[in-house]
């Protein structure tokens, strides 16, 4: 929702819906909405989840999300890490 400037105006479930057009079924409100934005929006809020994995299976040694499976080892709470760095 965010990716597509959802303003988080909790609209999406009173009558009208979303003042963006994002998540309503309201015809003018629809039109608000240019899909093909929309779209690559998403796209690339996917492309930049997957380069940041990339980056942090790197720094972890690791070549897949499935070696990362059952490595608790791998596991820090930050509000640690911040008190004893």
């Given at each position: ?5 959802c303003i ?15 998540a ?16 690559q929006?998403v796209?690339n809020?996917?492309l ?12 972890l040694?690791?070549?897949s ?12 709470h ?5 008190r004893?760095a």
């Amino acid at each position: 929702m965010v990716a597509l400037e959802c303003i988080r105006c909790h609209n999406c479930e009173s009558g009208r819906g979303c003042a963006r057009g994002i998540a309503t079924t309201d015809p003018e409100l629809i039109k608000l909405m240019d899909l093909d934005w929309g779209t690559q929006r998403v796209i690339n809020m996917f492309l930049a989840w997957r380069k940041e994995l990339i980056r942090i299976l790197k720094r972890l040694g690791m070549k897949s999300l499935k070696e990362l499976v059952g490595r608790t080892d791998c596991l820090v709470h930050l509000d640690y890490m911040r008190r004893n760095a």
